[in-house]
């Protein structure tokens, strides 16, 4: 197991000296006091969330105060891996709505594509701008070794959880400034910034200003991340629209306003393919703008992410990530996946089967850690059952070995603890491809657990990459 | 600004002017509870429903009036949809929509009273409480009106402004429409008990129970009283400063002149008349007429606001 503070029991790691001197002088008092700041303070923001349950209470994420740091070095190949993941997902994207030269050369096989429900067919032969197909790509990343790190899954349509990376800085700098003068923390407030700026260099062809209008389009106050809808579009100076303040009119995008119609160059959206255009999509969807499909396909709007980009994230698709690094790229990954059995494999399934009670079996299309199955932390009927939902339907389920997680120290019941975390930093595509100075690190607040998710009791931590 | 935003900007402030408008009639209504109750006004209960426009909506859930049903239903009822409560639920969730279009202290003021009320609603309260409750969600309606002072001047703040003259208006209205039934057999000069305690409540209901006083010389008549509540534009909850507001704000509206236009158009007749004609002359035309007319133009005035600039 890896600790990212201890080196061994008695030695901290060089980076972590600091932090643990601090977290020795600070009394269970303080911590207390911190503690009761940070969650008045997450409350009146209002960055909350709701789950799916039916108790519609607003939640917010358990917020531990000990950052997770990374060195310059460390973070300057993670860097690099993520960005080359990403520029690799892009290539992918725009190959496959196009010449398909992956497919012609027996790679991926088609039927993996064009039968998957996010593939989509009326994308072929279009090129957004740039060929960007998902400017915001967010990566999940665990980390089992010193110099080991594993892609758990991408996320090409619309990650969420920067608001959550960019809250949790703003409030540790409030709450303990002395650690910011201690520490050479690399600031991520620029990250709004960056984003819009991405987004404007994503102007569809028929934009003739150097200034596009760029709006967020959010599925609502009901979403659980709409406050991060909020908080990026305030932060980003631009409208935060609902499919209702949309409407297309000849070759363009409207937004309503009480000026009358004013037209959108870029529009961020945060709601899925289905709800976008009834008139291409879904049909009985009531929420969507009619039309905005035809307005997109000639060039008088653009939007990010592209329909269709969900299926470079499908976890059938993510086995072949390395493969479409060396395809497109022409390079060695510098990530790496965790070797995934996909049980539509005879094979596969065979060998997933005979090894249950050691592998994490999970939903293809699965997410939230929900209808998983942790095999070495799992009772023997939870066992069977997954047995037979394989039996039934080997197509839905993928296997993986279980990680090994690095430990955070993690402050439970004001002692510091580990606890197991991950990663997610977010990747941006546009006129450059950049990454945010920091991520999301998500910690499962659970002793012994490894499900980081906040809506199963899943926190998170302030992510720190210290200056050179 | 998108017409949505210019919308919910408007409703946010229209539902923390209800939110108050409840707060004051509640508390009407129990300095009325803690008077002897001779014959006459034990009903206050049932004329503060009135007043909030509440009435059909407390029947169908309750069989009598009593003051603690009341107090529940206007201040907490999740059913009743202008119960401070729910407006400051809803002023909350407008606010989650546009917190983009005004500033950081405006939605710390809203988001902070929408915590406090969550957890007074979940504590068992006793009657003795509600000044407490009243006074309470005063000081939170006057934070966030004054978090407004740090606004950009631009048609957001018009709009929020539109929207808090509109909803005074229709309510200093209703109020005089309630309390004019009551008054309206007795003389002009009012002496008796009884008819102070109507006039009060009226004056305290309209937060202008001392400013009356400073504003007016003499004995209390039922004239002074409606000429300070409908004509006096230095009484920021009479009709005639409601409207003034009301105009101001529409024309300071940088959008759409022709829009704003069209509903001036419709405000011009009124607000020349409130502002040259005399009480006298109002109550010879009837006070009620005059007031039923004054809450449809408002009413109407609404209406344009709503489809010329969030449609």
Not at chain 2, 109 to 130: C, G, H, V
């Amino acid at each position: 197991m890896f600790n990212e503070m201890y080196q061994s029991e008695s030695l901290i790691r060089n980076h972590y000296n600091n932090i643990n001197e601090w977290l020795e002088k600070m009394s269970a008092k303080v911590i207390n006091e911190k503690n009761a700041e940070a969650e008045t303070h997450f409350r009146n923001i209002g960055i909350t969330f709701s789950t799916n349950s039916e108790t519609a209470r607003e939640r917010i994420i358990p917020f531990d105060l000990i950052p997770r740091i990374f060195t310059f070095s460390e973070w300057s190949k993670l860097e690099k891996g993520v960005i080359q993941r990403a520029k690799a997902l892009n290539a992918f994207l725009a190959d496959i709505y196009n010449q398909g030269e992956i497919i012609k050369a027996n790679i991926i096989p088609k039927e993996l594509i064009f039968k998957k429900k996010s593939y989509e067919v009326s994308m072929f032969g279009f090129k957004p701008p740039r060929s960007i197909y998902s400017p915001i790509i967010g990566i999940d990343l665990v980390r089992t070794n010193h110099n080991e790190y594993f892609v758990l899954e991408d996320n090409c349509r619309t990650p969420s959880g920067v608001s959550y990376m960019l809250e949790n800085r703003e409030i540790m700098m409030r709450m303990f400034p002395d650690l910011f003068h201690t520490n050479r923390v690399t600031p991520i407030d620029d990250y709004p910034t960056r984003l819009l700026q991405t987004l404007m260099s994503l102007a569809p062809i028929k934009c003739n200003t150097s200034e596009p209008v760029c709006v967020l389009l959010t599925p609502g106050p009901l979403n659980s991340a709409y406050y991060e809808h909020s908080f990026l579009s305030d932060q980003m100076g631009i409208e935060m629209v609902e499919s209702t303040d949309l409407f297309v009119e000849g070759e363009f995008l409207y937004m309503k306003t009480v000026d009358g119609p004013k037209k959108v160059d870029v529009v961020y959206r945060r709601i899925d393919d289905d709800f976008l255009d009834p008139l291409c999509f879904n049909p009985n969807s009531v929420i969507g703008i009619p039309g905005i499909m035809d307005v997109y396909r000639t060039g008088g709007v653009n939007i990010c992410s592209a329909p269709g980009a969900g299926i470079a994230d499908d976890k059938a698709i993510y086995i072949y990530v390395p493969e479409m690094i060396k395809f497109y790229l022409g390079e060695q990954p510098i990530l790496q996946n965790v070797q995934t059995w996909s049980c539509d494999k005879d094979d596969d399934l065979n060998y997933v089967l005979d090894n249950l009670s050691d592998l994490v079996v999970k939903e293809v299309d699965g997410s939230g850690g929900y209808g998983m199955l942790i095999g070495p932390k799992s009772s023997k009927s939870l066992i069977e059952e997954f047995r037979r939902k394989l039996s039934i339907n080997p197509r839905g389920y993928i296997a993986q070995p279980l990680l090994d997680l690095s430990f955070s120290p993690t402050l439970i019941k004001n002692q510091v603890e580990g606890r197991r975390v991950d990663l997610r930093p977010f990747c941006l595509m546009g006129e450059h491809a950049q990454l945010s100075s920091g991520g999301l690190t998500r910690v499962a607040m659970n002793e012994g657990s490894f499900v980081v998710n906040s809506s199963q009791g899943g926190g998170v931590k302030d992510t720190w990459v210290l200056a050179e | 600004m998108l017409s949505r935003t210019a919308e919910y900007l408007y409703w946010i402030s229209r539902y923390m002017e209800r939110a108050e408008t409840n707060a004051r009639l509640l508390d009407v209504g129990y300095r009325m509870s803690l008077f002897p109750n001779p014959n006459g006004y034990n009903n206050e209960w049932e004329s503060v429903l009135a007043a909030a426009g509440a009435i059909q909506g407390y029947k169908n859930k309750y069989n009598i009036i009593e003051q603690k049903k009341v107090e529940d239903y206007l201040f907490f009822d999740e059913d009743n949809p202008s119960s401070v409560y729910n407006c400051i639920l809803n002023a909350r969730s407008n606010a989650l929509v546009v917190r983009t279009s005004f500033t950081p202290e405006s939605w710390l003021a809203i988001n902070k009273t929408y915590q406090e009320i969550q957890k007074l609603k979940n504590n068992n309260f006793n009657a003795s409480d509600l000044p407490n409750l009243t006074e309470w969600t005063i000081e939170q309606v006057n934070l966030f009106r004054g978090s407004l002072s740090s606004l950009l001047r631009n048609d957001g703040y018009n709009f929020l402004y539109l929207g808090l003259f509109v909803e005074r208006a229709d309510n200093s209205a209703r109020l005089l429409d309630v309390k004019y039934f009551v008054l309206l057999p007795k003389p002009q000069y009012i002496g008796g008990n009884i008819d102070n305690m109507q006039w009060s409540i009226l004056l305290r209901s309209l937060s202008s129970f001392r400013a009356f006083r400073w504003a007016y010389d003499g004995d209390v008549t039922s004239t002074k009283i409606a000429d300070f509540l409908v004509l006096n534009s230095d009484c920021p909850r009479s009709l005639s400063f409601c409207i003034q507001n009301i105009v101001k704000h529409l024309k300071n509206l940088t959008c759409s002149p022709e829009k704003v236009n069209k509903i001036y158009n419709n405000l011009k007749d009124l607000n020349i008349k409130i502002q040259e004609e005399k009480i006298e002359s109002i109550v010879d035309f009837g006070l009620h007429e005059f007031v039923t007319q004054f809450i449809n133009k408002i009413s109407s005035v609404d209406s344009d606001i709503q489809r010329e600039f969030f449609n």
